[in-house]
């Protein structure tokens, strides 16, 4: 079956850096969406890898090994207003997106 | 960034009447587009996949009758929830997608059925 795996929380400091892992196990593989959603609102489009390495826009990096089904969701210089929950989806052979549950981002001053 | 617009963003109907949502791209062709549920604390669920002048597929236990979808253009989507009920009560959200790397969203449509 496919499977996105991801924490359910993390909590974190303001200032601080925090990673989030997504392992993946998925039929076929079109790249990698990381999105951010703030409590009763549509997830925000945060980034997109198809191929390993690290992808960095601004204070947001994303990690992509394709050969381990894993990624990260790296940010750093954390703020209030990134608590949130972060979304890992994972596009099979047809291009259809696999949802994680989420996890959710508590930053603390 | 391309940009989708989803309306309304909240509504609240009767029992047993049907809202629509629609779902518009609105500075690109969306050759797909997307339909998900989100329920308090869980992750997005797919409901359907639509693309442009052909039936919507749906996926396992969403009911057709129910959750009608119609995509009659490249930039226009609708969900039409049909006999609504409270447990039809949710967090519905559509995407678009005009190549397969990126998927823009909706601002989301939070239905309450009273």
């Known amino acids: 079956g496919q499977n996105i795996d991801q924490p359910t929380e993390m909590t974190a400091t303001e200032g601080a850096i925090v990673q989030i892992n997504c392992t993946y196990q998925?039929?076929?593989?079109?790249?990698l969406f990381w999105y951010q959603q703030h409590a009763g609102e549509a997830p925000t489009f945060l980034s997109y890898?198809?191929l390993d390495g690290l992808e960095e826009k601004g204070r947001f990096s994303s990690f992509l090994s394709r050969s381990k089904g894993y990624s990260y969701l790296l940010l750093k210089e954390l703020q209030m207003k990134d608590s949130a929950s972060y979304l890992c989806?994972?596009?099979?052979?047809?291009?259809?997106?696999?949802w994680g549950a989420g996890t959710k981002l508590i930053i603390k001053p | 960034g391309a940009v989708v617009s989803q309306h309304p963003s909240r509504v609240i109907c009767k029992s047993g009447t049907s809202v629509k949502i629609e779902c518009r791209s609105l500075d690109f062709q969306a050759t797909t587009m997307f339909w998900y549920r989100q329920f308090p604390k869980k992750s997005l669920m797919l409901m359907a996949t639509s693309n442009e002048g052909s039936k919507a597929t749906y996926e396992q236990g969403v009911e057709k009758d129910k959750f009608l979808i119609n995509h009659a253009s490249l930039t226009l989507s609708t969900l039409t929830v049909t006999s609504a009920h409270p447990e039809d009560s949710s967090f519905y959200i559509c995407s678009a997608a005009d190549r397969v790397t990126e998927a823009f969203f909706g601002q989301g449509t939070r239905l309450t059925v009273v």
């Open positions: 989806a994972v596009s099979d052979s047809n291009y259809q997106l696999i």
């Open positions: 998925t039929s076929g593989f079109n790249g």
């Open positions: 890898n198809v």
